[in-house]
């Protein structure tokens, strides 16, 4: 079993950054391929940004790439988001999650954090 535990979020401007953390306990995400999903109010959660065990592969949403960057620190068993030049579009409960495979199907990754609420003012 893997536990994470995202933290980070807030209420920012427009134009504004955050870096959000997901910390996992119970078990090493060496493993891991780690997501980062958003889900907007009235929204379906969506996808954000993966990257794999190694670090080597990412991917992104084509909405946040080149503004947003997936990084990973396996001996902190933890995974980051920073997020630059933010929009109110931006705002929603972002939630890490750990998978086998690199990929941005929500269906296949099997252990997700409870969430933490970005707010991005106009």
């Known amino acids: 079993q893997v536990q994470l535990v995202e933290s980070g979020g807030g209420l920012v401007q427009a134009g504004d950054s955050l870096r959000l953390s997901c910390a996992a306990s119970g078990r090493t995400l060496r493993s891991y391929a780690m997501g980062w999903f958003r889900q907007a109010p009235g929204k379906e959660r969506e996808f954000v940004a993966t990257i794999s065990w190694s670090g080597g592969v990412t991917r992104y949403a084509d909405s946040v790439k080149g503004r947003f960057t997936i990084s990973r620190d396996n001996a902190k068993n933890t995974v980051y988001l920073q997020m630059n030049s933010l929009k109110p579009e931006d705002t929603a409960v972002y939630y890490c999650?750990?998978?086998?495979?690199?990929?941005?199907?929500?269906?296949?990754?099997?252990?997700w954090g409870q969430g933490t609420q970005v707010t991005v003012s106009s």
């Open positions: 999650a750990a998978g086998l495979v690199v990929v941005t199907t929500e269906s296949r990754y099997d252990y």
